[in-house]
């Protein structure tokens, strides 16, 4: 099994930055990729990015590119979301995500494990 907790949201203003970590623990090394998803009141689950776990390759929506960057620390079992420029419509909650195997690593379904999920809340 593995376990996934987030931290780092927050309440921020338009244009401003913020930083969310997901903490990986137990059964980690089964893990093939990290994966950001969002969701805001009345809206569907949104994907936002993903990285592979051992290689590193990156992978955004096109609503995200340029303004997000997802990394991870291997050593630390930890995956990141750099998120600048922020803007109100990026309010929602924000999940990350373990894929024990993924060839379509937008779909939620691809993941196996959620963590419990962040608010971002970026005011105007």
């Known amino acids: 099994q593995v376990q996934l907790v987030e931290s780092g949201g927050g309440l921020v203003q338009a244009g401003g930055s913020l930083r969310l970590s997901c903490a990986a623990s137990?059964?980690?090394?089964?893990?093939?990729?990290m994966g950001w998803f969002r969701q805001a009141p009345g809206k569907e689950r949104e994907f936002v990015a993903a990285i592979t776990w051992s290689g590193g390759s990156t992978y955004y929506a096109d609503s995200m590119k340029g303004r997000f960057t997802i990394s991870r620390d291997n050593a630390k079992n930890t995956v990141y979301l750099q998120m600048n420029s922020l803007k109100p419509e990026d309010t929602a909650v924000y999940y990350c995500a373990a894929a024990l195997r993924s060839r379509v690593l937008k779909l939620g379904d691809e993941y196996n494990y959620w963590g419990q999920g962040t608010q971002v809340t970026v005011s105007s």
């Open positions: 137990g059964r980690t090394f089964s893990v093939y990729a």
